[in-house]
């Protein structure tokens, strides 16, 4: 028989129980601590006991068993409490009778009190650190405690002072609304919730502002969360028995909650995409084979559907995740890497480098799907063995308190499985060397680095320390490491996140279902990161799980996806299924019946390029400016609903979105000047009411668009180019005056001339460079 413990769980912030967890994890002074356990295989007649041993008490406590699953007893048993600083021992006894007795090994905690922390926090500039030695008093805050076994300073938890009716906003992706709801303790934890997400976030970032420009950012790996009360603020770190010392807080006050956001901007550094990132997308986790990848291409092109980027995420042998599935070679050791020339590639994918050249002649760039993990099936397939035996005796991979590799825990995605220890540097070099042919030789464009949640409990163990200091910024150097082997214009397409990863990589927001709900909730949580620091988002169209969305879901999500940052078509379903669950808008009209989806899309594939050289310029701007590209109009114009979802798109762009199947009246109030609906040209200030199943948009009158100009010189022209050709005074005359400098190479201006069948017409003029209009394209 087999007794199973493990009294921190994995450390799941949800308090998800395993079923033989502790709790509370951290015992507080003078409460009971309920203890759970597991007898394996469950036998009849079994009975258990806890024996706990204390300073000064030694006693005995027959267990309650509480169920049997998978033929296993789940047992429960209390602890008594006791003093703060008092260490306790424990251990289990179980079996029929005393010739049959098994007895666990002991385990001990120290119990803990929160004390007054004031003393322990020093302040400089618009940094808040725990520094035992060094504390001063801190007049901005309201209360502060750390959590001590008397000897060392573990969680800490400051409450500052919340003024009459401020509102907050930020922590990077949550789903269920813009504003930060009250009473609610909203955790920051790299988590991999799949659908339904909430509050739960993959790419979450400890940092909210208020509309009165308040700001906070706890800058550590730690586990935190805030809540905000009526009066209150609280922020809380947990560090789960790792000192606390030398932890920082930022904070800072500005005029405004524009400024505030500019300084996660300086920390988040986020880089800006490369002109072809701004392009649609196309991706599938279905296409798993060069057959199918080409039927994508020749139905793309023939039905002349612009695309830029295709992702591929079934490639990889699904072990080492850096050779093409049924790729024959001969294996290396494992300090060594391959060459192109070292593979014999076969079905499913036999020429991969014809099949990158045929993509890239028609102008669209390949991203390739990537994990941190590496798995082993059986010693059949020689190379992720080899690399597994190898990495383990170099200490390449995570590991646990007794020095063996660290492995994904049962029920958690990839469970089972190593992963790569990032912060080794060599680790790091080792696992990314593996993937330089696939840039270097392939011509690969960038990768699609899903996973980084990986590291669950506290025993883990990396070359930075405990899981509990590194597990949120773990994504940060997988990214990192991933990105120094790209070529200048690669790039990176992630799903998990923290306050740096901006840096390195473009995100999409979580994983959703294809229904109105996750519409909205993805937008949402698209603006929660851009306000976080992260300007560069995207989504799966239409949502990526379940049955083929509805005609109309589909329809409105796509002009959406004109006006965000990437525009990605996705879908779940792998292998074969059938019906095919691809969003692809030829897969649609199949799925409906209904061939008018393809010139729906195509008109919008093209809209999203020709006002491609716009979201590039104001891309660029974002990251130097320090503010969203896309920014909720409720931080500019504070009469706007606080969940309502219209936002700007650059500067000169306000997107309101119809996210709901039954769309009431919604009421929006335009920033300062005057706007023109880029459906019909009607001009339009200050507040106004929409009401229809249309996103609307608005530009700025008197700016000027940047555009890629279509061959028949309409907006929605089909276009397979991104290039800079014209620009578009916003206006219905052309500009006249004294020549201002034109920053923009474009020879020709357009002006908005009419509307027909409820679009604008434009019309265009020849210009000579730099002498025409009192316009500047960098306005």
């Not at 666990?104 to 007054?116: A, K, P």
């Not at 799949?194 to 509050?199: G, L």
């Not at 005029?255 to 996660?264: F, G, N, Q, R, V």
């Not at 206006?731 to 679009?759: D, K, M, N, T, Y």
């Amino acid at each position: 028989m087999e007794i199973i413990h493990t009294p921190f769980g994995i450390d799941d912030p949800y308090f998800i129980v395993q079923g033989c967890e502790r709790e509370p994890r951290e015992p507080l002074e003078g409460g009971c601590v309920k203890v759970r356990f597991v007898t394996d295989p469950m036998v009849v007649g079994q009975r258990a006991w806890i024996e706990v041993q204390s300073d000064s008490r030694r006693y005995k406590r027959r267990a309650q068993y509480q169920l049997n699953h998978g033929g296993k007893a789940h047992w429960e048993v209390n602890i008594d409490g006791e003093n703060a600083g008092v260490t306790v021992r424990y251990r289990f006894i179980a079996g029929r009778g005393p010739s049959t007795y098994v007895t666990s090994e002991w385990y001990e905690y120290t119990v803990c009190r929160w004390i007054e922390a004031k003393r322990f926090l020093s302040l400089k500039n618009d940094r808040l650190a725990v520094n035992r030695s060094d504390g001063t008093s801190c007049d901005c805050l309201k209360e502060a405690y750390v959590l001590t076994d008397g000897k060392e300073l573990y969680d800490l938890k400051i409450i500052f002072e919340r003024e009459e009716g401020e509102r907050f906003y930020g922590l990077g992706e949550h789903f269920d609304a813009i504003t930060i709801p009250e009473d609610e303790e909203r955790y920051i934890h790299v988590y991999d919730q799949y659908k339904v997400q909430r509050s739960r976030g993959y790419a979450p970032v400890p940092f909210i502002l208020s509309d009165r420009g308040r700001a906070l950012l706890i800058d550590t790996g730690f586990l935190s969360s805030f809540k905000i009360d009526d009066s209150k603020i609280t922020l809380s770190i947990y560090t789960r028995g790792c000192s606390i010392e030398g932890t920082e807080i930022r904070f800072w006050k500005e005029d405004s909650p524009l400024k505030a956001i500019e300084k996660i901007y300086k920390i988040a550094k986020p880089c800006p995409p490369p002109l072809w990132a701004l392009g649609p997308w196309l991706s599938a986790n279905q296409w798993n084979s060069q057959k199918k990848v080409m039927e994508v291409l020749r139905e793309t092109v023939e039905r002349d559907l612009p695309a830029t980027t295709l992702v591929v995420e079934a490639w990889a042998d699904e072990q080492t995740f850096y050779i093409f599935n049924g790729a024959e070679y001969d294996p290396v050791s494992g300090d060594d890497k391959f060459n192109l020339k070292d593979f014999r590639f076969h079905e499913p994918w036999p020429d991969p480098v014809e099949m990158i050249n045929k993509l890239h002649e028609r102008g669209i760039r390949l991203v390739l799907w990537q994990i941190p993990v590496i798995k082993c099936f059986d010693e059949s397939t020689p190379q992720p063995a080899i690399d597994i035996r190898y990495g383990s005796s170099r200490g390449y991979f995570a590991r646990t308190g007794d020095g063996s590799d660290y492995r994904i825990p049962v029920a958690r995605w990839h469970e089972g499985n190593v992963v790569v220890d990032f912060y080794n540097e060599e680790a790091a070099k080792w696992w990314a060397s593996k993937r330089e042919y696939l840039v270097e030789e392939l011509g690969v464009d960038g990768f699609k680095t899903d996973g980084g949640e990986h590291l669950w409990g506290r025993d883990t163990l990396t070359a930075a320390g405990s899981a509990a200091k590194v597990r949120n910024t773990y994504p940060e150097r997988y990214f990192e490491t991933i990105a120094g082997i790209l070529r200048e214009d690669g790039i990176l397409f992630s799903r998990a996140g923290y306050t740096r990863s901006p840096a390195h990589t473009l995100f999409w927001v979580g994983d959703e279902d294809s229904t109105w709900e996750a519409l909205r909730d993805n937008i949402t949580a698209g603006l929660n990161v851009s306000i976080s620091g992260n300007p560069f988002w995207g989504w799966d169209i239409a949502g990526f799980s379940g049955e083929v969305p509805s005609m109309e879901l589909y329809r409105r999500s796509i002009e959406l996806a004109v006006f965000t940052p990437v525009f990605q078509l996705h879908s779940e379903d792998s292998g074969d299924p059938s019906p095919s669950s691809e969003r692809t808008p030829w897969n649609l009209a199949k799925a409906w019946e209904d061939e008018s989806i393809i010139d729906y899309y195509r008109n919008f594939a093209s809209l999203r390029m020709t006002i491609s050289p716009y979201i590039y310029r104001e891309s660029l701007h974002a990251a130097q400016a320090g503010l969203p590209l896309t920014l909720p109009l409720l931080l500019i114009e504070k009469e706007n609903d606080p969940e309502g979802l219209t936002y700007m798109f650059g500067r000169d762009m306000v997107v309101s979105p119809a996210v709901d199947e039954e769309m009431k009246e919604r009421k929006i109030s335009l920033p300062e000047g005057h706007w023109v609906n880029l459906w019909n040209g009607n001009l339009h200030s200050g507040q106004i009411a929409i009401v229809g199943e249309r996103t609307e948009v608005f530009l700025r009158k008197g700016s000027v668009i940047p555009l890629s100009i279509p061959p028949d010189g309409t907006l929605f022209g089909t276009n397979w180019s991104q290039e800079e050709t014209g620009l578009l005074y916003v206006g219905s005359e052309f500009p006249e005056g004294p020549g201002v400098r034109l920053s923009s190479p474009a020879r020709r201006l357009a002006r908005i001339s009419g509307v027909e069948s409820g679009i604008i017409k434009i019309e265009w003029r020849e210009i000579e460079y730099g002498l025409t209009g009192k316009i500047d394209s960098d306005n």
